[in-house]
């Protein structure tokens, strides 16, 4: 049996191999010329299985008037129809009760991905930095050390492990922090977290299933139009070629909702801006991950080199402002770790991406109501982290069917 996935980043080259491990021929189709090209390509490197609150929670409502004030340096706002109909939706979520479900549906699905990782990474190995290196978020104040304290309580009774550290306790797990100069009160700790590359992954996982020969990818190829025939996903129309196939998984990330809607389906994704640097390491750079959750900004040690991610811009596929951004995410986090990074180095990569945010933070996986359709996409700024476990659940869904 023949199934295409839609997508050659972390999130579909997973599911192809999940795919091919059931015994199916695969086909991955992207326009990109090369795996891991869009939100892939420069993350945050961070496997972070204990930090899955939900972005929509009761706080938020009180940071919106800043937010559309444009005093939040770390987010822009550009209101259009089409953010605020995905708005509506997301604000529907911010309620105590739905944040709390919604952090423990995705806590469940990372903890699983942590297992299918190590179960991945034993069958196929391959060198794409990966190393346990465990997490920090710094709390700059009281509220925080709140909010932090409740979450932590909540995730942990369903199986996560973080603690909450005093600042000199922080310090001496990580001694780099010594150098942040803003100054923070506590920190959430949890010494399972992981980081890697999520691009040597891609890059690694598909020169292995080629090597296979159950998956083939056909890159710079744009996937136009799902044809469906007598209720069913038939074949996907890819440039002047129309191929067929049993099954369709859409693992598109924050283009999934243009391909979809050629079918009548909004999958109610919207596409977050998010900006990376990355920098030789400094004279005092973390070796543990490090948020400092004020100003929505991490520092992730990746095989020597240090990955700056922030920033969280609702203003479409609008990339005109990237430079702007990541010169702001550059100053900001010299202002904040001046040590942490080599910042007057000339070898500096920097990067912006688009993250496929739902309202509920959860991603869409499995089946939808056109029969042979899938969907594995959705997940915010978790889809290298959750990657394992939804490959893995749009392939199981895909057989229960076949």
């Not at 999958?267 to 400094?282: D, E, F, Q, V, W």
């Not at 490090?290 to 040690?301: D, E």
């Not at 915010?380 to 749009?394: I, P, R, S, V, Y």
């Amino acid at each position: 049996m023949h199934v295409i996935v839609l997508g050659a980043g972390v999130v579909g080259t997973t599911t192809a191999y999940y795919l091919s491990q059931l015994g199916y021929r695969v086909t991955v189709v992207d326009r990109a010329s090369d795996v891991g090209d869009g939100a892939s390509f420069a993350n945050a490197g961070q496997l972070s299985y204990s930090f899955t609150d939900a972005l929509a929670k009761p706080e938020f409502l009180a940071s919106m008037p800043r937010l559309l004030l444009g005093k939040e340096p770390g987010t822009r706002v550009r209101l259009t129809p089409a953010l605020m109909a995905w708005g509506l939706l997301f604000l529907g979520q911010c309620t105590t009760k739905r944040a709390e479900h919604n952090t423990v549906a995705v806590l469940k699905t990372a903890m699983r991905s942590a297992e299918l990782m190590t179960e991945l990474r034993e069958r196929v190995p391959f060198e794409f930095s990966h190393r346990r290196a465990g997490k920090l978020v710094l709390l700059s104040d009281q509220a925080e050390l709140e909010s932090a304290t409740a979450s932590s309580r909540l995730k942990n009774a369903h199986g996560s492990d973080t603690r909450i550290l005093s600042r000199a306790e922080a310090v001496t797990i990580e001694p780099a922090l010594e150098h942040i100069s803003d100054k923070f009160i506590a920190a959430v700790y949890s010494q399972n977290d992981e980081v890697a590359d999520s691009l040597k992954f891609t890059t690694g996982l598909r020169k292995w299933l080629e090597e296979d020969g159950r998956v083939t990818f056909r890159l710079s190829s744009t996937a136009k139009k799902i044809v469906a025939r007598r209720g069913r996903a038939h074949a996907v129309v890819v440039g002047d070629d129309t191929i067929e196939a049993d099954a369709v998984v859409v693992c598109m990330g924050a283009w999934s909702s243009r391909l979809l809607r050629t079918i009548a389906i909004n999958p109610h994704i919207y596409p977050m801006r998010g900006y990376s640097i990355t920098l030789p390491s400094g004279e005092a750079s973390p070796t543990v991950s490090v948020t400092v959750l004020k100003h929505r900004i991490v520092f992730s040690n990746i095989d020597g080199f240090i990955r700056i991610a922030g920033f969280a811009d609702f203003a479409g596929f609008d990339t005109s402002a990237d430079i702007e951004r990541t010169r702001s995410l550059l100053e900001l986090a010299k202002r904040v770790a001046p040590d942490a990074a080599s910042y007057d180095s000339e070898d500096i990569r920097a990067w912006g991406g688009f993250r496929p945010m739902t309202p509920n933070g959860q991603p869409l996986v499995g089946a939808t109501a056109l029969r042979g359709l899938f969907l594995n996409t959705g997940h915010g700024m978790l889809g290298w982290t959750l990657a394992c476990a939804t490959g893995h659940d749009a392939a199981q869904a895909v057989l229960r069917t076949h």
